[in-house]
């Protein structure tokens, strides 16, 4: 009987209702420290509002910032953002009262069962933060891995490659573009044969998407209805199946390394030493064995591919765009591997590569960076409060000014490199500066933006070597805003033709 009443959609649907009311009443309740920008006469049920932020959260940001001259409150459907101004970038950074894990851990739900990559990636001990620090930083041994991977990669992918006349052909632009960096990043995070285990590959994506749709999903209802309502979301449902399938693969994996391991010994006594340069082997060792190896690989999944996706394709619509710069870039890419061979030195060295890549991500970035929550009340340098508990973000229109960067909407490619010739010393992809926030900033600032810089650097290295690429007759891409983030143009049509003689031979 009561599990009827349950699993009954009418509970459900009364549940849904009632949430919407407390949602209403709880509104009515809150009040703002700072003025909240999208209110609107007769909205009461907050549509325009939610319109607003959807459509227009930049234009909200500037005018709203402008207009009030200090921090502004956003009404979001789930609560309440503040809003403040990039002057306090520097402020936020080292405000330790300010937290990013703790803010993270809130919005998307740690603790939910099936949501287990979160927790491990937010533990307090920071193991897989360190993890990633210490060994997916500049690392030659893990660019050996990506470049094998990658080869393989574009060959199965992008194709063309083994007829005697190569023709151009439409890639499937969602698919072959995430497919791609899953396969490179998966070759270091659960070693090379991973790498081209389809089953897997489509596990660790699955699990993505079934997470970040399940914490929309569970965004919707109040707080006190979530620890109850997840067991029957459908997306919430698949986290969890994939959580258990993900366990199941890796256990047997650490069971297959181990048996390795017994073998070699008794073959080639203490001298035969069994290594795996790979995240499942540095988690274990860092861990003392205590972290689950499917949820470590669930977490770098979840941190790692969706970002670095989403910038791996506004890199390409930049190169089919900009052909100009198409040849220089090559030129840099065959001199680097060259001298250096496929190592970090190459990949300092492609500095106009490192410029074009940060331009991309200038110009395709959401409106605000350093989202953190206060973990007490927090008295900002004017004097006034941000109440315990408040969840802000920093403007970061700045990426988009002309007086910080003039003709801010053209893509210059060589905008970072010319800074950086000028003695600027913060113009490179992996660093932050006062304007330019995109990995974040102090504490918190992205562990994995070397790892994903090397791994762009290397994707693109194989690419201007071994393809031409152009924008399909009469695409368009447009500069999507989803809310407070930018998104890639879902709808783009890409073209590619494998180059009938590829250059740079060390890109094997
Ligand atoms: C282009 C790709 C990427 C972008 C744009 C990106 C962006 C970010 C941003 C904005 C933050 C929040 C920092 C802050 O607020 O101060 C962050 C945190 C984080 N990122 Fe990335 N990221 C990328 C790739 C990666 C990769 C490849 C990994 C793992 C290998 C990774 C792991 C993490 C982790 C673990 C955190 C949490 C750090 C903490 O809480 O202390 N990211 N990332």
């Known amino acids: ?32 420290t700072f003025p909240i920008v999208n209110k609107y006469p007769g909205d009461f049920f907050r549509r325009r509002a939610y319109r607003e932020v ?44 300010l937290d990013h894990k703790q803010l993270v851990r809130e919005d998307f739900f740690s603790g939910i069962p099936g949501f287990e990559a979160l927790s491990i990636l937010h533990d307090p001990d920071s193991m897989l933060i360190d993890l990633i620090k210490t060994k997916m930083g500049p690392n030659d041994s893990t660019l050996t891995t990506m470049n094998t991977t990658l080869s393989h990669a574009l060959h199965t992918l992008w194709g063309n490659t083994n007829t005697t006349k190569p023709t151009w052909h439409a890639l499937n632009w969602q698919t072959d573009t995430m497919a791609l960096i ?36 569970l965004h919707r209802y109040p707080r006190w209805a979530r620890p109850f309502v997840h067991w029957v979301l459908p997306n919430a449902i698949a986290c969890r199946g994939y959580v258990r399938q993900a366990r199941g693969v890796m256990d047997g994996m650490l069971r297959e390394r181990k048996v390795e391991r017994e073998r070699r010994a008794e073959r080639e006594g203490s001298g035969g030493v069994v290594r795996y340069e790979d995240a499942v082997e540095w988690a ?46 090559r030129e840099e890419v065959v001199e680097q591997v060259a001298k250096h061979g496929v190592s ?38 004017d ?22 960067y003039p003709d801010p909407d053209q893509f210059d490619g060589r905008r970072f490199l010319r800074k950086r010739q000028e003695g600027d010393t913060a113009s490179q992809f992996v660093q932050s500066s006062p304007n330019y926030n995109v990995f974040g900033g102090g504490r918190h600032i992205c562990p994995g933006r070397f790892f994903a810089s090397n791994e762009l ?5 194989h690419i201007l070597c071994k393809y031409d690429i152009r924008l399909a007759k009469g695409c368009e891409p ?28 060390l890109l094997v």
Do not use: C
Request: aromatic share 6%; net charge positive; hydrophobic share 45%.
């Open 54 to 97: 959807r459509e227009n959260a930049k234009e909200l940001i500037t005018a709203g910032l402008a207009k009030h001259q200090g921090p502004i409150t956003i009404a979001i459907p789930h609560g309440q953002k503040i809003i403040l101004p990039s002057s306090l970038t520097s402020w936020v950074k080292s405000n330790k009262d």
């Open 182 to 217: 899953a396969r490179t990043a998966t070759s270091v995070f659960a070693g090379p044969q991973k790498a081209t285990d389809a089953a897997w590959l489509a596990l660790v994506q699955g699990y993505v998407l079934a997470y970040f749709s399940g914490v929309a999903d």
């Open 1 to 32: 009987m009561l599990v009827e009443l349950f699993l009954s959609v009418r509970t459900w649907t009364a549940l849904a209702i009632l949430a919407s009311i407390y949602h209403l009443l709880l509104r009515l309740r809150q009040q703002p």
């Open 457 to 461: 650097k290397l994707a693109l290295a």
């Open 344 to 381: 970090v030195a190459a990949m300092s060295n492609m500095i106009l590569l490192d410029s074009f890549m940060k331009e991309s991500q200038r110009l395709n970035s959401g409106s605000v960076v350093l989202e953190r929550i206060a973990l007490k009340d927090t008295t900002l340098p």
């Open 284 to 329: 274990e060792i860092a861990s003392g064995g205590r972290a689950r190896a499917g949820d470590v690989q669930l977490s770098l999944a979840m941190a790692a591919l969706f970002t670095t996706t989403e910038l791996f394709r506004a890199l390409l619509i930049q190169v089919a765009r900009h052909p100009e710069l198409v040849g220089p870039l």
């Open 478 to 505: 447009k500069n999507l805003q989803h809310g407070f983030y930018a998104m890639v143009d879902p709808s783009v049509q890409l073209e590619v033709r494998r180059r009938d003689a590829p250059t740079g031979d």
């Open 383 to 404: 004097g006034r409060v941000i109440p315990r508990g408040s969840h802000i973000m920093v403007d970061s229109t700045d990426l988009w000014n002309p007086a910080v």
